[in-house]
């Protein structure tokens, strides 16, 4: 599934069209939903936001498609009492943004639920991943989300909406890049060192230390309760803050994990920019890389070892990273706008999204540092150009 080409198709299980009367009476909504959490947006069709609803997880493989299309019309009914909207007034179409909802033989099954249980919720339904949304949100021409949050995950999305991913699979096979690795990576470097099965390439004096205090242990053993009986991939995943400490004070190991942290996230980029169409590489900045999830927060620890990786592949010409500063439902509002054509849509990429990196091939100084740190990246290129 992550390597086929998915078409645009993909997103979008066609329901009998219903257009509303006029573009002034268009009422759109947008979710984006993850397993913990969810939030639908509500926009007029001119792209005003009208509400803003918060709701819990909408991940239909934990939950089951019932209770999933329950939690979003919910959500849409809370929506409508807050906007003094009856209850039998449709919206014109949902942009559902989901986390799980990569496949479309199971994403039609989810719009089928929620056409035949709630009828009154909405005339039409776009469907995809919460990838989508995030991308959807800070880009119209087409990039990157590269998720680093507790796991990592990675999705090209061109264009006309064909889509590849890479990575995403969960800390059993892998999640590079992302908070359990730092952390997992940090404790196996204290294990393998004191057993001298492998020796760290720096002292692993100020990790073990970390791991004594964050764990409430004395010993290797009594780490033993937290690797089976009471593991808990959330808390291994906290522990990566204290790495972040550890950089802050300069701590070589540390600084080791972060710059591999940096590389393997500088990798999915490498895999995907090779399936990117060209007007997607070419864009203004060139490609585009939506960055999501806490990790990016210690992004001046993972620079080197990212823009090494970039370089050293000799696979992109420019890109500029982007960090949200709006919800990923604005974006699954957007795809809702695409689907019933709504030209009147005003979409605000440029003021959802903020540039906090830029690379270019053959400007980088001498010494391999990137030209970096562009405020607004557009403007930058903008005032270059005139």
Same mark, same amino acid.
């Given at each position: 599934?992550k390597?086929?080409?998915?078409?645009?198709? %993909?997103?979008?299980?066609?329901?009998?069209?219903?257009?509303?009367?006029?573009?002034?009476?268009?009422?759109?909504?947008?979710?984006?939903? +993850?397993?913990?959490?969810?939030?639908?947006?509500?926009?007029?069709?001119?792209?005003?936001?009208?509400?803003?609803i918060?709701?819990?997880?909408?991940?239909?493989?934990?939950?089951?498609?019932?209770e999933?299309?329950?939690?979003?019309?919910?959500?849409?009914?809370?929506?409508?009492?807050?906007?003094?909207? &009856?209850?039998?007034?449709?919206?014109?179409c949902?942009?559902?943004?989901?986390?799980?909802?990569?496949?479309?033989?199971?994403?039609?099954?989810?719009?089928?639920?929620?056409?035949?249980?709630?009828?009154?919720?909405?005339? #039409?339904?776009?469907? $995809?991943?919460?990838?989508? +949304?995030?991308?959807? /949100?800070?880009?119209?021409?087409?990039?990157?989300?590269?998720? @680093?949050?507790?796991?990592?995950?990675?999705?090209?999305?061109?264009s006309?909406?064909? *889509?590849?991913?890479? +990575? +995403?699979?969960?800390?059993?096979?892998? %999640?590079?890049?992302?908070?359990?690795?730092?952390?997992?990576?940090?404790c196996?470097?204290?294990?393998?060192?004191?057993d $001298?099965l492998?020796?760290?390439?720096?002292?692993?004096?100020?990790?073990?230390?970390?791991?004594?205090?964050?764990?409430?242990?004395?010993?290797l053993?009594?780490?033993? &309760?937290?690797?089976?009986?009471?593991? #808990?991939?959330s808390?291994? @995943?906290?522990?990566?803050?204290?790495?972040? @400490? $550890?950089c802050?004070?300069? %701590? &070589?190991?540390?600084?080791t994990?972060?710059?591999?942290?940096?590389?393997?996230?500088?990798?999915?980029?490498? /895999?995907?920019?090779?399936?990117?169409?060209?007007?997607?590489?070419?864009?203004? $900045?060139?490609?585009?890389?939506?960055?999501?999830?806490?990790?990016?927060?210690?992004?001046?620890?993972m620079?080197?070892?990212?823009?090494?990786?970039?370089?050293?592949g000799?696979?992109?010409?420019?890109? *500029?990273?982007?960090r949200?500063?709006a919800?990923?439902?604005?974006?699954?509002?957007?795809?809702?706008g695409?689907?019933?054509?709504?030209?009147?849509?005003?979409?605000?990429?440029?003021?959802?999204?903020?540039?906090?990196?830029?690379?270019?091939?053959?400007?980088?100084?001498?010494?391999? /540092?990137?030209?970096?740190?562009?405020?607004?990246?557009?403007?930058?290129?903008?005032?270059?150009?005139?």
């Amino acid at each position: 599934m992550k390597d086929k080409e998915n078409k645009s198709s %993909d997103f979008s299980c066609k329901m009998p069209e219903e257009s509303a009367s006029s573009r002034d009476e268009i009422i759109i909504g947008g979710i984006e939903g +993850g397993g913990t959490h969810s939030s639908l947006i509500i926009m007029d069709g001119n792209g005003n936001q009208l509400t803003h609803i918060k709701g819990p997880g909408t991940n239909h493989w934990g939950l089951g498609m019932k209770e999933t299309a329950t939690r979003i019309n919910n959500m849409i009914l809370r929506a409508k009492e807050t906007l003094n909207i &009856p209850e039998s007034r449709l919206l014109d179409c949902v942009g559902l943004c989901l986390s799980g909802c990569e496949e479309e033989e199971t994403n039609c099954k989810l719009i089928e639920t929620l056409t035949k249980e709630f009828p009154y919720a909405s005339k #039409d339904y776009v469907i $995809g991943s919460d990838t989508m +949304g995030s991308l959807k /949100t800070g880009s119209d021409c087409g990039g990157i989300v590269l998720i @680093a949050g507790t796991g990592s995950n990675s999705l090209l999305i061109n264009s006309d909406n064909t *889509t590849h991913g890479c +990575g +995403g699979w969960g800390h059993m096979i892998g %999640d590079e890049g992302g908070a359990f690795w730092i952390a997992h990576k940090a404790c196996k470097y204290v294990f393998d060192d004191m057993d $001298g099965l492998h020796k760290a390439p720096h002292s692993t004096a100020f990790i073990w230390t970390a791991m004594k205090t964050f764990f409430h242990v004395n010993s290797l053993n009594e780490m033993l &309760p937290h690797l089976y009986s009471n593991f #808990d991939k959330s808390k291994f @995943a906290m522990f990566t803050k204290e790495i972040v @400490a $550890g950089c802050e004070k300069k %701590d &070589p190991l540390c600084e080791t994990l972060f710059t591999q942290t940096g590389q393997y996230l500088a990798r999915y980029v490498n /895999t995907l920019v090779a399936k990117a169409h060209n007007d997607v590489k070419t864009a203004p $900045g060139g490609l585009k890389v939506i960055c999501v999830g806490s990790v990016w927060k210690s992004w001046n620890f993972m620079e080197k070892g990212f823009t090494k990786e970039i370089q050293e592949g000799r696979l992109v010409d420019e890109l *500029t990273l982007l960090r949200l500063k709006a919800p990923s439902a604005i974006g699954a509002c957007y795809v809702a706008g695409e689907k019933i054509s709504c030209e009147s849509l005003v979409k605000t990429h440029d003021k959802n999204s903020e540039a906090f990196f830029h690379f270019k091939r053959g400007t980088e100084p001498k010494n391999g /540092t990137p030209v970096v740190a562009i405020d607004n990246i557009y403007e930058a290129i903008s005032v270059a150009a005139s």
